[in-house]
């Protein structure tokens, strides 16, 4: 009798429930857009990669920039993220994600190991690059200075990542390196893991960046463009802080400058051009997580960046058609000694679901067949699928946790995920809003008793409240952990233009608890709160007319969401913030919803209008239209 494993029986149990299912579709290998590089993919996230063994590739050949890991392309679904033009742009080199070592540009960073050790001739140690040799000047990273040695490179490929090993033969006066890089694609995400060992008989400190050459599908640096930190940072020079005017007009003219700052953001106003590099600090003591996130609200896209050492500050650099947020790193060894550290690129579109690995735009049975078929699996197995590892934990391996994360996005269609409750509004009698999804319906208070509450809606029937005491209360949603993303979304039509703030609802715990609520406020600007801090969005919704609004929480740590994280949108279109007072959200039960009032039934802030279609959600993606 044969006895198979575990593993092996759930495989052959799951591949023989999903053979109806029919094979799993093929994805077309992309093809390289520069000469002497290669492809990675993992499910729909694409990287083009420089070969340093290829003699048709253009990049650097080694003087400034590394010839280690040259991203010069990551594409999701289609869109692009990074600058990189084939002929080079309006760069002298490619683009795209460049690393150095030991820039030396400011008076506060080092220059490379050995460089003011020595005189004119002598030579000096280019970590990444090689042995260079020196001049009588102050070093300049932009020249191109002789070269005694290059490293020696290797690179081995497979289909989701490549690993780089670069060494020397000689040193530079006692300064010697060897340096270890590895690329992963997982989906979502680009990793870059380093290992850094000092092989001189000197002590050195070095400083890494990545030039990080963003942009989004082609699009120009502002407007739309906002780089958002975990922390209050101070700059140099200093970001002027937006500051509204008193009567309402847009944001565009009231701003003084091409970039301002809002709360922990930089946002640019206007199209870029000759903006001074801006260095970040962060706050003294602070122990956070160090990333930041670039993104383009026009586009909806958005590149989180991640380093697991802490950066000494980040630079920005900006044009028209790039930004650049510089992460810099420092590290000390000593002879022997080594470090390793890691940068994580996370990559989102509007419509992209890191689950669905086979690129159907949609997280079904194929999805569940290709990761059957890989179950077990690691980097190098036969049968190896990358588009399987989608858990957030870089295990490398296929198992429950990629299976737990499939089944929380079973179904889901990108750009289009299902709302976990539904308020259609279109009864015509009764005092009870059914939720369509038929778990949550709501009650009406203080309607009439003649069913005239009953009207004709943004789409079929909608909700008329008095603007007196009128509201729908639903209670013991899903109560979702605060950190957890999430969007609300409602159509709304004012029967006059309001002189007083009006609430369209509140969710959470009755005061004092901090809950959130969205209005519209005196200025007829869309606006939410919790507790003292609020976000207000620039365009004007209370003008009588049918407006379509969501309000969408998509934190930038996942377990401390700020007001900053509060994403608003008016008919389907992301809003550039007009007004922001930043504060954590603190709120812990958001079981109860409250449509139309607000919890203070003597506060005159009631809606007086229409609502229709009111939806919830448990992603920062909605279907907006």
Not at 65 to 72: E, G, I, R, T
Not at 176 to 203: A, F, H, Q, W
Not at 318 to 342: I, K, M, N
Not at 344 to 349: A, C, M
């Amino acid at each position: 009798m044969v006895v198979m494993s575990r593993a092996a029986s759930i495989r052959v149990v799951a591949t023989s429930l999903l053979w109806a299912l029919g094979a799993v579709p093929a994805q077309a290998q992309p093809l390289p857009v520069h000469s002497g590089t290669r492809i990675l993919q993992s499910g729909s996230l694409v990287i083009e990669i420089g070969d340093p063994e290829s003699v048709e590739c253009r990049w650097n050949k080694g003087l400034r920039f590394s010839p280690v890991a040259n991203v010069l392309r990551a594409q999701l679904r289609g869109q692009e993220f990074l600058y990189s033009p084939v002929a080079g742009g309006a760069l002298s080199y490619l683009g795209g994600l460049p690393m150095e070592f030991d820039i030396g540009q400011e008076a506060f960073q080092p220059d490379p190991p050995g460089y003011n050790e020595g005189k004119s001739g002598d030579p000096f140690l280019k970590i990444g690059v090689g042995i260079l040799r020196r001049d009588g000047g102050a070093y300049n990273f932009s020249a191109n200075y002789p070269v005694i040695e290059l490293a020696r490179m290797t690179a081995a490929w497979q289909p989701d990542r490549v690993h780089f090993v670069q060494t020397l033969t000689g040193t530079a006066n006692g300064y010697c390196c060897y340096l270890e890089e590895d690329v992963i694609v997982k989906n979502d995400r680009l990793i870059m893991n380093y290992l850094l060992r000092n092989t001189g008989s000197k002590p050195f400190t070095t400083e890494q960046y990545l030039h990080d050459f963003v942009c989004f599908s082609g699009r120009s640096v502002g407007p739309n463009v906002r780089l958002t930190f975990p922390y209050d940072f101070t700059t140099n020079p200093a970001v002027t802080p937006w500051q509204p005017s008193g009567r309402i007009r847009s944001i565009m003219a009231a701003a003084a400058a091409v970039y301002t700052r809002i709360a922990n953001s930089i946002e640019f106003m206007d199209k870029a051009s000759s903006v001074p590099k801006i260095w970040i600090y962060k706050p003294e003591g602070y122990a956070g997580p160090e990333l930041c996130a670039v993104e383009h609200t026009e586009t909806q896209q958005r590149i989180v960046i991640e380093t697991s050492f802490p950066t000494v500050y980040v630079g920005i650099w900006t044009t028209d058609y790039q930004v650049s947020p510089e992460q810099f790193l420092q590290v000390a060894l000593a002879p022997g000694a080594e470090a390793r550290f890691s940068r994580t690129y996370t990559f989102r579109t509007n419509d992209s679901v890191p689950q669905d690995g086979t690129g159907d735009n949609t997280v079904n049975g194929t999805d569940l067949s290709l990761l059957s078929s890989s179950w077990l699996r690691r980097p190098g197995d036969e049968g190896w699928e990358p588009a399987c590892d989608i858990s957030s934990v870089k295990d490398d391996v296929v198992d429950l946790r990629d299976f737990a994360a499939l089944a929380c996005q079973w179904r889901q269609e990108g750009g289009l995920p299902s709302p976990l409750a539904h308020w259609k509004l279109d009864e015509t009698t009764g005092t009870t809003a059914s939720d369509e999804r038929g778990q949550h319906p709501g009650m009406l208070r203080n309607f009439p008793t003649d069913n005239s509450q009953w009207v004709v809606g943004a789409s079929a029937g909608g909700l008329r409240f008095d603007g007196i005491d009128d509201y729908v209360e639903i209670s013991h949603l899903p109560n979702m952990p605060i950190e957890h993303p999430r969007t609300i979304t409602a159509w709304i039509k004012l029967d006059s233009i309001p002189a007083a703030s009006q609430t369209l609802l509140v969710w959470g715990a009755q005061p004092p608890a901090e809950h959130w609520r969205l209005e519209v406020d005196a200025n007829r600007r869309l606006r939410f709160f919790c507790g003292a801090g609020y976000a207000v969005a620039s365009r004007v919704v209370g003008d009588t007319q049918w407006h379509h609004l969501a309000v969408a929480l998509d934190p930038l740590v996942a377990n401390h969401p700020r007001i900053s994280d509060i994403r608003l949108y008016v008919d389907a279109r992301p809003q550039a913030i007009y007004e922001l007072n930043e504060q954590d959200l603190t709120v812990t039960a958001m079981e109860d919803l409250k449509v139309g009032a607000a919890y203070d039934p003597v506060a005159s802030q009631a809606f007086n209008g229409i609502i229709d279609d009111v939806r919830l959600y448990d992603t920062p993606q909605p279907h907006l239209s």
